[in-house]
């Protein structure tokens, strides 16, 4: 019988020690370059995704890689991968590194780490039980966290990484094929004096392999100086923080927290998302928060030409008129964006009247002059401060939060904005 | 082949190549970010700002703000213009100073009086609470009252000035803005200057299904918000 797989392996029978199965040994050699190759496909993923995140190092807007397929190009707009990468779960030290460290280069590290135990192990065909069992441990690593990113980014995140669940294949294609080999290698009967020894020296290899890989990142990672319109320095400063008329709406009030205020429109989707990145950071914790109301909505927003956000001078209104719900109007609001914006789009009174049925408080108020005259003085507050038309824009004890450090920088800037304040 | 040079072999490229790369991305994305302008993105988007229509002429603007500093409004007391201030500070022909309200046409509402009456009726409170509330991103809100000539001439100069007056009484009390008083400026011109004619009557005004001739459409206050960035 075993002689019917001698031609698939350059190693004679005899090579392969007295208590090794000729058999097992021969055929082994292909789960292991399919583990291989299936770690080199990972790698390439995760190289991939390590890349564009890398690329956003810079405060700007790139094209993201969201295929699996060579040679696709990148997409700008929105896409899954770029929620992904924008969410908390996508990097590592956030606080203490802008960006943080992604979790795409530790699957890097662990990749190509795999490829060459798994290559090695092809290549010299001779693969004993215990380097089967490293190389399958090792293969577990990034299934066990296939797994855990993958209930992340359906449970935490709403949104799914192409490039990722391409990572998720080829951790259990990887898996299959080395318990495949682990099988298929016997257990020769005696004591294998050298499996601590050589299980050690692997894991120091892998440690070895995340640890430069991590170090690299920490070596070359770019810093900008602290000044002026840049980084935790903010950009800019509020000229009339005051609410003299009266528009400022209470988020969450902490004593002894850092006051903090929101400029948002509550039908915009980025300031949806930078409240969900907000609360994720846990420094929402610090902030005793406040929000200006400033819709993109041309029906009551003379700084914009067209509506953004149909219907979000409604749902603005309906806020002002009933200050204690805001917060529950504007989570309402955040819940349900699209259909209220395809709803202002098409039936404006049709918006009204549903802010109406959810929130009966908002009663005779919704659509009245005072209203619309709330409306417009908070836009006013925006119009005294001389802020740029555009939302979220978050002011720390008066100091805004530049916009480029509102997605990837935002814990890092965040935390480094309330070290002065206890 | 000695089983450390293989394991060299293949290693040392799975090690390095992935380090050469990150490194090298970092790299690149150091030196955009370096050179990068930080201001460059935010001085494309636009910056807040009150409005400014398309009718706001220069000729427009300035007549506007030396009536509007001349009257008070500028300086934050909206204490009003007497006819012959408007007049002088205006410079300009009766017709001329109608002229200059005509492109408010969309914009301005005729809240109507009873005859020698200063007193806002319920249709006069609607318009004017209307008008108000439609500030969007104006700075100026005019209010400009007259009187029919019937009776004397100080009478009907009090009577335009107690009309402009309920408009202002009544804005403040509904509405409880601190900004209010400097916002709103208050013009009586009674009958002695810039009386409307009945091309007015087409306008939006209060009385709406009330027949309208020169004598109902100056029994009026005249209110509207200002466009202009003054």
Redesign the interface.
Known sequence: MAKDFSDFDDDSPDDLGGDTLAFAARPVRIPLIIAALAAVVG?VLA?TS??DF???????VHDIHCSVMPGAEAVRGESGCRTVMLSPYSSWFRASYWGGVPVA?FA??VF??L??RA??LA??GKPTRAEAGFLLAGMGLPVLMSSIFGYLAAAKVGATCTVCVGMYVSSGVGFAAALAAFFMVTPTGQPDTKAVQGFVVSFV?GC??VG??FL??L??????EAKA??GPAG?GTLVEAGD??GILIDLAIRPGAAPSIELLDPLCPACRAFDERLAASGLAERLSQQAVLFPLDAT?N??VKSSLHPGACAVTEAMLCDRAAAPKILAWAFTHQEALTELGRKDEAGLRSKITQEFPGVGACLG???A??AV??S??W??A??????TPQLFVQGRRV???DTDLGLEYTLAHMLEGHK | MNPIALRALLGAPALVVPTLMVASWLGSANTRLQAADPTAAENEVAIASVAEDAYCTPKLKSIVRRVAGACGLLGGAGRGCQPMEAQQVAQLSDEDFNALFRPLAQRAHIIQYDADATDLDAAGRTAVEKAWADQRGASFFFVVARASPDGKTEHNEALSAGRANSVLDHLVDKFKDPEIKKQVGLLWLGESFAQLGEEFCGWDRSHQDTACTAKEINRSAFVAWIDCAI
């Open positions: 790698a190289a390590t890349a890398v690329a956003h190092l810079d405060r700007q280069l890097l590290a190509a780490f490829a060459y290559g090695h290549a010299r290899e070895a392999f430069v890989l690299a990142y070596l070359f990672v770019p810093q900008v319109g840049r950009c003299a008329s009551c003379w700084m009245s002059p005072q619309k005259n417009v003085r836009l006013r925006a119009v401060n001389a802020l740029p038309v555009l530049c916009d480029e």
